[in-house]
T-cell receptor, first 113, second 117 residues
């Protein structure tokens, strides 16, 4: 079955530091890959996505590239801000399972001024 | 983007009572909705797929008689936790895809925190 393995946290960074959160997956077929963000007290929001190999998703300074050869979708940001403090979830959606998302375990990110 | 609401946002109840949680798609129709459970500092676990006009599909290990799902209309799905016990305390989240096909985007509700005393 599908699975997502995400870098364990928590991750604590200073403002303007470089961020990488690793994500690898196992899936049949050609899944779509997502990063969701959950800010304190709020619901999940889609941060970015990629639907095929070598696609790069980007939003709000975050980027992730769909690497089929390494089955990875690592999240990166060049300069984090305090407002980026949140929980980040990597997820995949299998091509044959309508709408069904498989989530990684989540990574708590805390950014200090 | 599309909006999904949940009600209530927080509920505290005594052990043995039943609790109903509503999930609504506010500006789009959803023939399918998903219900997740999130434990503190852990990932989301898919509980069931709610299908408008037919029975819900439950994931392995989820008790159908404990977590009753009804997809009453194209904009409303309800999750009823029957005879809730403290171990049912959790954060329940629903989501709905906005269209057909494998690459449709899902929108998530803000979640409902259930505390069973």
């Amino acid at each position: 079955g599908n699975s997502v393995t995400q870098m364990e946290g928590p991750v604590t960074l200073s403002e303007e530091a470089f961020l990488t959160i690793n994500c690898t997956y196992t899936a049949t077929g050609y899944p779509s890959l997502f990063w969701y963000v959950q800010y304190p007290g709020e619901g999940l929001q889609l941060l970015l996505k990629a639907t095929k190999a070598d696609d790069k998703g980007s939003n709000k300074g975050f980027e992730a590239t769909y690497r089929k050869e390494t089955t990875s979708f690592h999240l990166e940001k060049g300069s984090v801000q305090v407002s980026d403090s949140a929980v980040y979830f990597c997820a995949l959606q299998g091509g044959t399972s309508y709408g069904k998302l498989t989530f990684g375990q989540g990574t708590i990110l805390t950014v200090h001024p | 983007g599309a909006v999904v609401s949940q009600h209530p946002s927080r509920v505290i109840c005594k052990s043995g009572t039943s609790v109903k949680i509503e999930c609504r798609s506010l500006d789009f129709q959803a023939t399918t909705m998903f219900w997740y459970r999130q434990f503190p500092k852990q990932s989301l676990m898919l509980m069931a797929t709610s299908n408008e006009g037919s029975k819900a599909t439950y994931e392995q290990g989820v008790e159908k008689d404990k977590f009753l799902i009804n997809h009453a209309s194209l904009t409303l799905s309800t999750l009823t936790v029957a005879s809730a016990h403290p171990e049912d305390s959790s954060f329940y989240i629903c989501s709905a895809p906005t269209g057909q096909g494998s690459y449709n985007e899902q929108f998530f509700g803000p979640g409902t925190r259930l505390t069973v005393l």
